[in-house]
């Protein structure tokens, strides 16, 4: 498949995904960009979303690196899915607070993969890194054709 190809597959895997994403829409996440392997998603923090202390509760962060995990590996229209993820948070995220999830795929063999997830806060503070293990249901699309 060549750059264009691929390109235009993650469009339409995006377009598909995201109207029945119920949880990422919820949390008022965007879609930013999409590539073969890649994502940018976007959630300003909002006061539903802050704990105790005020600041962004970690569970919503996680999740905004999530759906970014979600729309990268699914990236090529094969069916994938998490087999389990890990999650530092690194400094709070704050009402009003605009974080970027960026996703990159740092390697997929067979039906495993690995993807990176940074996420940052509108300053360019790095608030989370994430690291997502995914596996592939071979054969079955995230898009019929």
Do not use: W
Request: with cysteine; hydrophobic share 40%.
């Amino acid at each position: 498949m060549d750059t264009q190809d691929a390109q235009a597959t993650a469009e339409m895997v995006r377009d598909s995904m995201y109207p029945q994403d119920h949880a990422t829409k919820a949390l008022g996440i965007a879609v930013q960009a999409i590539g073969p392997g890649t994502a940018v998603l976007t959630m300003t923090v909002r006061r539903d979303m802050l704990n105790g202390h005020q600041t962004c509760h970690g569970g919503m962060i996680a999740t905004l690196a999530d759906s970014a995990f979600a729309f990268a590996c699914n990236s090529y229209n094969e069916l994938t899915v998490a087999s389990g993820f890990s999650v530092d948070l690194l400094a709070p995220a704050r009402e009003g607070d605009v974080l970027t999830a960026t996703a990159s795929e740092m390697s997929k063999s067979g039906r495993t993969g690995v993807y990176d997830v940074e996420v940052r806060n509108q300053r360019g503070e790095r608030i989370a890194i994430f690291r997502g293990r995914s596996y592939t249901l071979k054969g079955k699309p995230v898009v019929a054709a």
